[in-house]
């Protein structure tokens, strides 16, 4: 499993940021993407997933409305665009093949979204 996640950085609450999640052919084609997050002494948790044709989304309550994911299956690359951004949206994020709510790895490298008051 071939997985990086990037495009986290600093933002002001209500801000936006955009994370890419780029994987091996191997890993991405014809499967089911999600994004799972981890905040300081919490555990990871599920945040949203999408079908390996994206035509089915699914999503965490805590993101639902504020949150989008996307993919393109012609770079390999999934996507999570996320609006209205909340200091308890601070963690590192991780993209995984699956839709489901859990994924016991391996894990690629995440990034780190930091959403300040």
């Known amino acids: 499993v071939q997985l990086q996640a990037s495009g986290g950085g600093v933002v002001q609450a209500g801000g936006s940021l955009r994370l890419s999640c780029t994987a091996s052919?191997?890993?991405?084609?014809?499967?089911?993407m999600a994004w799972f997050r981890q905040a300081p002494g919490k555990e990871r948790e599920f945040v949203a997933g999408?079908?390996?044709?994206?035509?089915?989304?699914r999503y965490a309550d805590s993101v639902k409305g504020r949150f989008t994911i996307s993919r393109d299956n012609a770079n390999n690359t999934a996507y999570l665009h996320m609006n209205s951004l909340k200091p308890e949206d601070t963690a590192v994020y991780y993209c995984?093949?699956?839709?489901?709510?859990?994924?016991?790895?391996?894990w690629g490298q995440g990034t780190l979204v930091t959403v300040s008051s």
């Open positions: 052919a191997r890993t991405f084609s014809g499967n089911n």
């Open positions: 995984a093949p699956t839709y489901s709510n859990n994924w016991f790895g391996p």
């Open positions: 999408i079908t390996w044709n994206g035509g089915t989304a």
